[in-house]
């Protein structure tokens, strides 16, 4: 037996109808990295969910100290140039718990520009380090307003020291975000997973 409100099946045979918004994440797609110059989300962002999450988890880079970082477009365009402006901000502290901080990074925030924006800025290439974090993109498909993106990290840098970095700005741009771009600021990512999720909010 179905479940009709106002002429829209909400429910049939005990199914919820896929139109139907629920809350909750839902994962859209899948990035592995295997010494990668870039990688390249070109689908996805849509007017389907409110915000969108990246999830990447292991990114290990090839070069030492490089910084992982990103950049978004319109359209079909590939020249990830948007302008940005953004804050950042970072926790440290060191394995031997001798170099505690709390500092506002100048060198990491952009003021109007169109480079890549820095999400992690000094992780090592040992075997075992790495970084992890999550950036989230508010209402990318909007034609009307600026597009929110915030962003948490952390990283374990060369001198055995993890920093837990913050960033938050916005895409001064009406038209609608498609596609995003992560990178190293040199070298490629040696290895990784970045995972992209549409946000339902109702």
């Known amino acids: 037996m179905g ?4 002429g829209t099946t909400l429910l049939d045979a005990g199914a919820l109808d896929s139109g139907i918004a629920v809350g909750g994440l839902r994962l859209l797609s899948t990035l592995t990295a295997s010494s990668s110059a ?38 079909t365009n590939t020249s990830y140039n948007q302008n940005i402006t953004s804050t950042f901000f970072r926790s440290v502290l060191s394995e031997a718990n001798d170099t505690p901080s709390l500092a506002y990074v100048p060198d990491n925030d952009l003021a109007g520009a169109t480079s890549f924006q820095v999400l992690a800025n000094g992780t090592g290439n040992g075997n075992d380090e790495c970084l992890a974090g999550t950036l989230t993109i508010f209402s990318p498909a ?20 993890t920093y837990n970095l913050f960033c938050a700005g916005y895409f001064n741009q009406t038209t609608a975000l498609t596609r995003v771009r992560f990178k190293m600021s040199s070298g490629n990512i040696a290895s990784g997973t970045i995972k992209l999720y549409g946000v339902y909010s109702g």
């Open 142 to 161: 909007s034609t009307v307003l600026v597009k929110h993106f915030t962003a948490t990290a952390n990283e374990l840098i060369a001198s055995d020291q």
């Open 3 to 6: 479940v009709i409100s106002n």
């Open 38 to 75: 870039t990688l390249d989300f070109t689908s996805g962002l849509t007017s389907t969910y409110d915000h969108y999450i990246f999830k990447f988890t292991d990114i290990h880079p090839a070069t030492d100290g490089a910084a992982f970082s990103f950049q978004a477009d319109t359209g």
